[in-house]
């Protein structure tokens, strides 16, 4: 309001010279008598003032004896006494909460600030040249770019190794050999309570070398044994075994020989696809089985395959990345590193924190002539400005109103969001999550017709004008440990007032976002939301929506008004 100051006096002067000396006169004489009437009563109250003797009842908040006495003797004892009672002191605490709650502001950000001011102030004459003294319209000029804070974003890239899957076979054959050997037939007698040092228990003929051929039970109880009474047959028996080598210490009853064929399956071709962990086995399918008979050194060998073709599925790996795009971007910095997928890990999402891209630029600002005021080389703007407080107070009262509107009475939170997701394909063309850093598509029925859910566009709106808070992103569809599909998470909420306060209300809180798999958006407790510091917080995308709209009146227009007004009272007053 100071601006005002000096044209409101240039216009009282310039008033006064067109009322006419008739009207000066008069107020002058009513000015005159209203300060002798003013006079005469102080005067009167100054004298009986200095005739009445002093009373300290009669001098308001005066006592004899006050309170403060103490201290004449001993000074030092009232910063003693304020010091010990500083941390219960209601006011001192207000003051000192204050100060560690005001915001702090990085140097670099007030050289933003300032930098406008600092391209004007170093040629000042480029800008206000050519003024008038009435302050007329003149020449204008453009105004240097304005700094600012761009809004920001996460995006999201790959990095790892693609995966295609090829098929490759490999024979195996069957080899069969005949040899001749000799074969010992044994009797031998088995069952309880035949002695085991015996050369003809059957323990000592054990399998695979023997093998029995037959077995005969023996009956006690028949009479060619000579036993008949309280005879018990118990489980004794005799086995005809055949054993390819002799046993020691018995004496084979026959010696014969045979042929003996052996089959063998060759798979040393398929070696190397076993070995490989990249191939997993799939089908073994025949491909000799005609004739089944064979003679192999004479002798006839019936085998149902003699050959077979085994088949292995095998993945291929080639590195692949597509975030040289985000590493050339100026302001985008690596956040972090995620494994989607793999064990070990053959896929990873880089997460960028990123400024969003410039937005077509606004018409040039100007400052003309007009603007300005001038008197004897002293100028001053009268230009209408962004008041910087009132950006302020409205993000409070938003925050108060979007808590009211978004207070949920059964769970007793506030600012809860909505779970919404969307899938890209790693490494392809098919990405249904844009999001925030890209404009908003006007074919969105062609990315729905190509694969992407009308739901997935709705959450490219949303993220776009900033209403969605990024999550996370997990693996949806893998093969042989390389990720294929992912889905990214978001938490979407009503306003961008009530997602900036959930994101850096988090941080304030300790209260990270969970697994982007379980992630439910919930909001702030109530005595969640009372511990937030909303002075710390960073409301630059909010300011930007109303800023430009809260400005001071015109003072050069409203100056003009009141002088018109002014005019019109005494020229009714001539009347």
Known sequence: MKRLFLPFACLSAFLLTLTGPLHA??????????????????AASAQSAATTNPDASRIPNFGGTPSQSGYFDDP???????????????????MRDSMDRRARFAPQDLDATIARSNVISEDPLAYTSGMAIGGSQGRCVPLPPASGTAARYMATCNVGYTASQETRTCPVTLTARVEQRQVYGYYCVGGSGVDPASVYNCN??????????????????????????GCNSGDLRVDLVSCTAPVDGATPYTVTGENVVTTTRDESQCAGLAADSACQ??????????????IVD????????????RSYSCAQFTE?????????????KLVREDCLAGEPCRTWERVYDCPVPDQPANSNQFICDGDVYCIDGSCETIQREANDEFKDAVVALNAMNQARREFDPDNLTLFKGTRESCSSKVFGILNCCKGKGFPLIPGIQLLVA??????????????????????????????????????KVYCCFESK????????????????WGKPKTEQCSGFTIDEFARLDLSRMDFSEVYAEFTDAARLPDELQATQEIQQKIEDYYARARQ
Not at 213 to 220: D, G, K, R
Not at 281 to 294: A, F, G, I, K, L
Not at 320 to 332: F, I, M, R, S, V
Not at 500 to 511: D, M, T, V
Request: aromatic share 8%; net charge neutral; with cysteine.
């Open 25 to 42: 006169q008069t107020t002058t004489d009513a000015a005159k008598a209203d300060g002798k009437a003013f006079g005469r009563d102080k």
């Open 76 to 94: 030092d004892r009232m910063s003693r006494e304020a010091a010990s009672q500083a941390t219960t002191n209601t006011g001192y605490k207000a």
């Open 204 to 229: 000592r003929y054990p399998a695979p070398q023997c093998t029995v051929t037959q077995s005969y039970p023996i009956n006690l109880c028949d009479p060619y044994f000579g036993i008949y009474w």
């Open 281 to 294: 086995q799939d089908t073994e399918t025949c491909t000799d089985s005609d004739p089944v008979t064979r």
């Open 298 to 309: 004479g002798i006839a060998v019936t085998q149902p395959c003699w050959a077979w073709s």
């Open 320 to 332: 692949a990345q597509d975030c040289q795009t985000l590493e050339d971007t100026p302001g985008c």
């Open 450 to 487: 190509l694969g992407c859910s009308r739901e997935e566009m709705l959450l490219h709106q949303k993220d776009a004008q900033g209403l969605c808070a990024y999550v996370g992103t997990y693996c949806s569809s893998s093969f042989l440990g390389v990720c294929l599909t992912k889905r």
């Open 497 to 512: 007032l009530s997602r900036i306060l959930q994101e850096q209300g988090r941080q304030q809180l300790n209260k990270p």
